[in-house]
C-alpha cells in the first residue's frame, strides 16, 4: 500500500490463516458495513496469490505463494431481484465476468444460473489443476430487500437455495467456501443441501474477523486520534460482542475521522430501517423487554422469511448484541442489549416517533428531561411526562397502536428517556425481584416502576416494599424512588409520586 495515500490497514490475517486451516466451508453474520467485503476481497488475493499485498502482515511468511487458485468471487449487492428475469441476469452476469477474467472455455452457453455456476467450477478445476475457491458476499440481500412482502422474499430463497445447492454436489473441485451476509437464515430453509457448512458466527475463535477491537483502533489510528476521548468513543461506537473482545463497526470510526471527530449516528444514517416498524407492528413488543430480552439457540438459528422474530432480526442487523450466554435448562441462552450509545439514542428515537406520530415536539422538549434528570428535578421531569402524553394526537394516530401494543405507555417513558442517550438498565433485577426501568445520569440513580389504570402509591410502594432500590445504597450516589401512574382513558400520566431513598 502507497504510503503517500495515507491509509490506514487494520490487518486481520492472523485470524485468515487461522480460518484457512480450520476447514474448508464457513459462514459468517455480520451487521451492513462490518467489514464483510473487505474480508472477502483479502480472501480473494490471499488464494490468488498476490503476495505483494501481504508483504510485511503475520502470513507473509506463512503461505504457499507459489499456488495460485481460481477464485469465483459472487456479490450479491447490486442489482433488482424484483423477477426471475431480473434474478437470473444478475446471476448470470457474475458468472460469465469470472468465465472471462478467468479465461475458462465451456462447453454449453450460459444461459442458466445453476448449470452455468456448475460448468464454471468444473472448468475452473480442469483448467487451472487446482480446485476453487468460493466466496459469496451478501448472500441474503435478495431476501432481506423483501423482507416485508413474504411471497418474493420466499421465492427469492427457493432460487437461492438451489444455487448454493451445486457447491455441496461439486465437493470434489472445491478447496474452500465462504458465505457472507446481514442475516442468518435458516440452514434448513436455505442451506439444507450444504449441511457441511460451518457456522462461525458466534464462535470465539473468530470474533474479530471482522470490525475493530479498542486496541486496534488505539495501535492503527493513533496518529488520528489526538485530542479524542477514548472512553466517550468506547461508549458511541463500540460494544458489538460475539464472545470475545467488544467490537467497533468500522464505518464509524472511519466517518469519525472524517468529520472532524464530531459524535454522529454515522452507521445509523446509512441504512433505512423502516422495515424494523412494519415489524414492530406485526410484533408489538414492550420496549424495555425488547432491548433487555433473553432469546435461544431455537430463535436464532429458525430465523427465515416464513417466520421472522423481532429479537432475532434487531441482532443480526446489528441493533442488539450479545450481553451474556449461559447455560438453560434446554441448552444455551442469551442475553441482548443496545451495544452503545449511537444505536440507544437513534433506535429509540425511531421507535419513538412511530409510537406517538410526534417530531418536532420532541426535540424542543428532550433539553427539559435531561435537565431534570441530571438536575435531580423531580417536578420538571412529571411535566415533561405529561407534556409529552397531552401532545401525542391520540385521535388520528396512537389509538390505533394502542389496541394492540401492551405497555405503550411504558414503552413511550422508556423510548422517550432512552433517546437522550442515558444510561439505562431495563428490567433491573435485584435479589428480590426486578424493576422496570433504572436511570443513571452522573451521581443520581432513578428506579422507577410503572402502573396501567391503578394508583401510582402502589408502584412506589412496590419498589419500597420489593427493596428494588438496596443495590444502589451506600454508593456515592443519590437515590430516588418514582412510582407513575397511567390511565388508559385520560391517556396521560395521572399519578407521579417520588422518595429519596
Not at 479498542?214 to 463500540?238: A, M, P, S
Not at 459524535?263 to 433487555?292: A, H, V
Not at 422496570?436 to 416502576?449: G, H, P, S
Amino acid at each position: 500500500m502507497d504510503p503517500k495515500e495515507n491509509y490506514v490497514y487494520v490487518a486481520k490475517t492472523r485470524e485468515i490463516r487461522d480460518l484457512v486451516l480450520s476447514g474448508k466451508y464457513f459462514f459468517l453474520s455480520r451487521p451492513r458495513r462490518f467489514g464483510k467485503s473487505v474480508l472477502i476481497s483479502t480472501l480473494h488475493e490471499l488464494f490468488h496469490g498476490n503476495k505483494g499485498l501481504f508483504k510485511g502482515l503475520y502470513i507473509e511468511d506463512k503461505w504457499d505463494w507459489e499456488k495460485n487458485y481460481p477464485v469465483i468471487k459472487i456479490s450479491l449487492g447490486g442489482g433488482d431481484f424484483r423477477n426471475e428475469e431480473g434474478f437470473n441476469r444478475i446471476l448470470l452476469n457474475l458468472l460469465r465476468r469470472y468465465k472471462r477474467l478467468l479465461g475458462v472455455k465451456t462447453e454449453f452457453s450460459c444461459d442458466e444460473p445453476v448449470s452455468c455456476f456448475s460448468e464454471l467450477i468444473e472448468r475452473c478445476f480442469e483448467q487451472f489443476k487446482e480446485k476453487v475457491v468460493i466466496l459469496i458476499d451478501e448472500y441474503d440481500k435478495p431476501m432481506l430487500d423483501f423482507i416485508t412482502d413474504r411471497e418474493l422474499a420466499r421465492q427469492n430463497r427457493d432460487k437461492l437455495k438451489s444455487f448454493y445447492d451445486i457447491i455441496k454436489d461439486l465437493d470434489e473441485y472445491i478447496r474452500f467456501v465462504f458465505i457472507t451476509g446481514v442475516s442468518k437464515f435458516s440452514k434448513l430453509n436455505l442451506f439444507s443441501g450444504l449441511n457441511n457448512l460451518n457456522d462461525i458466527t458466534v464462535d470465539p475463535s473468530f470474533a474479530t474477523l471482522c470490525g475493530y477491537t479498542h486496541q486496534e483502533v488505539v495501535d492503527d489510528f493513533r496518529e488520528h486520534l489526538k485530542g479524542v476521548d477514548l472512553e466517550k468513543l468506547k461508549e458511541w461506537y463500540n460494544g458489538y460482542n460475539y464472545f470475545a473482545e467488544p467490537l467497533y463497526n468500522p464505518f464509524d470510526i472511519l466517518l469519525f475521522l472524517a468529520q472532524n471527530k464530531e459524535y454522529r449516528p454515522y452507521w445509523w444514517c446509512t441504512g433505512n430501517p423502516s422495515f424494523l416498524i412494519d415489524l414492530l407492528k406485526i410484533q408489538p413488543r414492550y420496549l424495555p423487554d425488547l432491548e433487555n430480552c433473553i432469546v435461544d439457540d431455537f430463535v436464532l438459528d429458525a430465523f427465515d422469511v416464513d417466520y421472522i422474530d423481532i429479537a432475532a432480526l434487531l441482532w443480526q442487523t446489528g441493533y442488539l448484541t450479545f450481553k451474556e450466554k449461559y447455560e438453560g435448562i434446554d441448552g444455551m441462552e442469551y442475553r441482548l442489549g443496545l451495544p452503545n450509545k449511537e444505536i440507544q439514542i437513534s433506535l429509540n428515537k425511531l421507535f419513538l416517533h412511530y409510537l406517538t406520530g410526534l417530531d418536532r415536539e420532541l426535540r424542543e422538549s428532550r433539553k427539559e428531561l435531561v435537565q431534570a434528570f441530571f438536575n435531580g428535578d423531580l417536578e420538571l421531569l412529571r411535566h415533561a411526562l405529561k407534556s409529552l402524553f397531552a401532545s401525542i394526537p391520540y385521535h388520528n394516530y396512537a389509538n390505533s397502536i394502542i389496541q394492540h401494543y401492551e405497555g405503550y405507555y411504558a414503552s413511550v417513558v422508556y423510548a422517550y428517556i432512552a433517546s437522550l442517550g442515558l444510561r439505562l438498565i431495563p428490567e433491573d433485577v435485584s435479589s428480590k425481584g426486578r424493576v422496570d426501568l433504572t436511570v443513571i445520569a452522573d451521581d443520581k440513580v432513578y428506579v422507577m416502576e410503572f402502573k396501567v389504570d391503578s394508583e401510582s402509591r402502589k408502584a412506589l410502594e412496590q419498589i419500597k416494599e420489593k427493596g428494588y432500590h438496596e443495590k444502589y445504597l451506600g454508593t456515592s450516589k443519590r437515590v430516588f424512588l418514582v412510582g407513575i401512574g397511567f390511565n388508559s382513558r385520560e391517556k396521560n400520566v395521572v399519578e407521579f409520586e417520588w422518595a429519596k431513598a
